[in-house]
């Protein structure tokens, strides 16, 4: 059983940066791939960025391609979501999740889930 916890979320004025962060524990958390997804107020949740078990593979989103950066370092059981540019589209709660399979861009592949960090971004 994997558990993770995002934190890093806020308030931020748009053309800002945050950093995001999920640390990991009770499992093997260079054994997972690990997805970053979003989820605004209405709206399903979405893909965002992912990245293989060792992270050399990266995947992102043709929203964020170019403003967000995925990375891990599985020394510290940490991923994390750097996030510049950010427009007020943007605003959402947004999750981690743990994958035991290579990783995928469809939430129902993903087999941990962290309780999410809140978003704002303001025009």
């Known amino acids: 059983q994997v558990q993770l916890v995002e934190s890093g979320g806020g308030l931020v004025q748009a053309g800002g940066s945050l950093r995001l962060s999920c640390a990991a524990s009770g499992g093997t958390f260079s054994s997972y791939a690990m997805g970053w997804f979003r989820q605004a107020p209405g709206k399903e949740r979405e893909f965002v960025a992912r990245l293989s078990w060792r992270g050399g593979s990266k995947y992102y989103a043709d929203s964020v391609k170019g403003r967000f950066s995925i990375s891990r370092d599985n020394a510290k059981n940490t991923v994390y979501l750097q996030m510049n540019s950010l427009k007020p589209e943007d605003t959402a709660a947004y999750y981690c999740?743990?994958?035991?399979?290579?990783?995928?861009?469809?939430?129902?592949?993903?087999?941990?889930w962290g309780q999410g960090t809140q978003v704002t971004v303001s025009s």
């Open positions: 999740a743990a994958d035991a399979g290579g990783g995928s861009y469809y939430a129902y592949d993903y087999d941990y």
